[in-house]
């Protein structure tokens, strides 16, 4: 039978180090705060935020919640983020996801200091990031969740890896980050012909693609390690890129939705933010 990457032991586990951590910034005097700027009317926009600012709360983290009236346009914004940048009792901020449409997510964080990124999405960032400066650089979120849970299986060094979706978040990143820790990625996206064929032949697959079930029995082979990083609404339910009951008697490992990459994904941007603390230092 294959193993079901649950990723709450690794929960847990980084949740044990954080607070660690947090705790003897606090002993030093310090406390490590996050501003989540808010500019959106979106509830789920505004729920991802209050979640931040309950699990921040666990961890010990002061998380404010910064909300843009609806009348505040672009310069207003990236002005907001400047101000913040420039704030030193600040140590980490995050740009709530999805913004108003008549906001640029783009052209905010041109304001944004890299060391204060804890999404790690900042041009700054993204360049160091593929430049293989990894040590210098906050990582985003979602790919490193992505990793970790693969190489609770196995290691990514020099496994053929295909990573099926080319988004800013998730998939440009995530392709980067294997490279750099010695895999061979093929990476595969909407236009790739025979999309089951290059799949099929890999060891691993990581998908974040925003379409459900894309990934099914004709794309997989026995052994190989499934990570979804997909989250699509549907008929009332949340499902991830991967066909869970098409896979599950066929590969080694696959990491399910909901309860596989979301968890840790939020768990690793409060990680981010000690970097990001040590970074200003």
Known sequence: MP????????????AIFVKARVDAYRDQGGVPQIVVVLASDDPAAFSYAKAKERAGSRLGIAVA???????????????RIAALSADRSVHGIILELPLRPSLNANDAMKFLDPRKDIDGLSEAN?????????????????????????ESVASVRGRLIAVVGRGRTVGRPLATMLINRGATVFHCHSLTSDLATVTSSCDMIFCATGRAGLIGKAHVRAGQVIIDAGTNYAEGAVRGDVDAEAVEGIVRAYSPVPGGVGPLTSMMVFKNLLKAFDLQA
């Open 126 to 150: 993204v360049a160091k990031l593929a430049a293989g400066d990894e040590e210098n650089a906050i990582l985003p979120a979602t790919p490193q969740a992505c990793i970790a849970l693969a």
């Open 3 to 14: 193993s079901v990457l649950a990723s709450k032991p690794l929960v847990d586990e980084t």
């Open 65 to 79: 919640i910064e909300q843009m009236g609806s009348s505040e346009g672009q310069h207003e914004l990236n002005e």
